[in-house]
């Protein structure tokens, strides 16, 4: 099994020179870049960090973040992206369900998950003269390099192991799928915290492209995207919504010189994606993808002009079946549940038999979404089969919500639920009540909710005087969620905070300042 860093270094053979990494005022070329990769793993290695070893990763700067995240993989470590802003009984169970073993990070203090903290000063370790060990390198890794953690239908949270030649697969299907190139500007609008950003990443570094690295509290993204001549932007739905709420009616194309923006993480409705064609760039690749699949399927400009819906073909190596109840194929044309088979898929999930036997079955992943095969090949996404949510890119179960919440001393019943959102595609919502005698605000049981799950905690909670049920006793999720509305949309609102103050490059841009440019 090889070690995906060989990738970079084949680059750095290839293009020595050529831009990797444009970090604000600095660039980088690829022999330097692979250089510093190569003294942070020979450091790291000297401080005791092996193949196989489980390390929490937690960086405030973005650079250091990805330097560490290669070198990590350089090594055959394991790696479990632990953002700051978590709550630490977040952080902590993520870590235990994941086997840490040690905290590397450029933060000396702080919630440290429950674990050793190791500080490393990347640009130091990194340094010019800084020795390094081709030792160091595991060149048959057999540990996962990456572990992702994410929801589950049950309430426990599923953690997803990534293998070195499992990522080398999804690799090969995001090239083919985008037509990734040498020597193009790419740049991301989540931070690398988010494992669909850490992925852009390391494609673009394989590929031999430019990462564009930027200021997300700074600068705003037409600035950055003219200054860099950026060519390939990703970006998820949220993003896309709000830059286009942004932008005035009238404006055309205002990326131009984009050659792909690609779009996926949520459903892209068909009005998004029409403002988005019209006003961002013709160049708009909607993308359907999951973290335990990978890349699936990619519809380019064209398909979507001729299919409304359409997610797209799939990509060489995956297959793509639609399902029945019974789990017989059906005809094309006809909505079922999508099954997935490909290189790129993870084995299973993290010590959790059930899961694992529920949506990994004779060799097909079952991601529980609904679709639809046209006889010409195209995927039509029809959502999810079940109640999960689905907040800015984010899986949130109800039940995991529901686990929580019902430990609180003052509840009596919760139910969550989601209620439809343009922005943000759910809008997670818990709907309790409380036992008798008891008192607790929403404001108390949110901040409840907030401490113990983070990001997939629910974005408003109601107290209400009863739950509504089916005969069989079943909540009316529904009829709660006709309940409630989401918040009206604004560019303000974004997973984990409101975009920073941009900078105003030119006139020509916008009036009154540049596009938002979010870290959700």
């Not at 190791?118 to 990194?126: E, L």
């Not at 037509?179 to 790419?186: M, T």
């Not at 669909?196 to 200021?215: N, P, Q, W």
């Not at 990509?315 to 044309?333: H, K, M, Q, T, Y």
Request: charged share 20%; proline share 9%.
């Amino acid at each position: 099994m090889p070690n995906l860093t060989d990738e970079f270094s084949r680059q750095a053979r290839a293009q020595a020179h050529a831009p990797a990494v444009i970090a604000g005022a600095h660039t980088l070329g690829f022999a330097a870049f692979d250089a510093i990769v190569w003294r942070v793993a020979t450091a790291l290695a000297r401080a005791g960090f092996v193949r196989g070893l489980v390390v929490a990763v937690t960086f405030r700067d973005e650079f250091a973040h990805l330097v560490a995240a290669c070198a990590l993989a350089r090594l055959g470590a394991t790696q479990v992206p632990l953002p700051e802003r978590e709550p630490p009984q977040v952080r902590a169970g993520i870590a235990a369900a994941t086997g840490v073993a040690v905290l590397l990070t450029d933060v000396g203090h702080g919630a440290d998950a429950g674990v050793p903290r190791h500080v490393i000063d990347v640009r130091a370790a990194g340094s010019e003269g800084a020795p390094i060990d081709p030792g160091v390198r595991d060149p048959h890794p057999s540990a996962p390099w990456l572990m992702m953690h994410g929801s589950g239908t049950t309430g426990r949270a599923k953690v997803m192991p990534l293998s070195h030649m499992q990522w080398l697969a999804r690799l090969q299907a995001q090239r083919t799928l985008l037509g990734l190139r040498a020597g193009e500007p790419a740049l991301c609008m989540g931070t690398i915290d988010f494992a669909t950003t850490r992925h852009r990443y390391l494609e673009t570094l394989a590929t031999g492209g430019t990462i564009v690295l930027f200021d997300r509290q700074r600068d705003g993204l037409l600035y950055v995207h003219r200054r860099h001549h950026v060519r390939v932007l990703y970006a998820s739905t949220m993003h896309l919504q709000q830059l286009v709420d942004w932008l005035p009616d009238d404006a055309h194309h205002v990326l131009q010189g984009l050659r792909v923006l690609r779009v996926g993480n949520s459903h892209v409705s068909e009005p998004l994606r029409a403002r988005a064609l019209r006003s961002l760039t013709p160049h708009l690749y909607v993308a359907y993808s999951t973290n335990e699949f990978g890349p699936v399927t990619v519809a380019p400009p064209d398909d979507i002009a001729r299919h409304p819906g359409t997610v797209g073909r799939p990509a060489p190596g995956v297959e793509i079946r639609v399902l029945d109840p019974s789990g017989r194929p059906v005809p094309p044309g006809t909505p079922g549940q999508i099954a997935l088979r490909g290189p790129g898929c993870i084995d299973g999930y993290l010590n959790d038999a059930q899961a694992t036997a529920t949506s990994f079955r004779d060799g097909w992943f079952q991601p529980g979404d609904v679709g639809t095969r046209l006889a010409d090949g195209q995927l039509i996404h029809r959502g999810r089969s079940d109640d999960m949510m689905i907040f800015d890119g984010i899986n949130i179960s109800p039940t995991e919500i529901e686990n929580v919440m019902s430990a609180h001393p003052a509840v009596a019943q919760a139910v969550a639920f989601a209620v439809p959102s343009r922005v943000h595609h759910h809008w997670p919502v818990c709907a309790l009540t409380l036992n008798p005698g008891a008192h607790a605000d929403a404001d108390t049981l949110r901040a409840f909710a907030s401490e113990r799950l983070g990001m997939r905690a629910p974005r408003q909670v109601v107290v209400i005087d009863a739950i509504p049920r089916t005969d069989s006793g079943k909540p009316l999720r529904r009829a709660l969620a006709e309940r409630f509305a989401a918040p009206s949309p604004s560019i303000a609102q974004g997973a984990e905070g409101a975009p920073g103050p941009s900078r105003e490059p030119g006139d020509d841009e916008r009036p009154s300042g540049d596009a938002p440019a979010t870290s959700g």
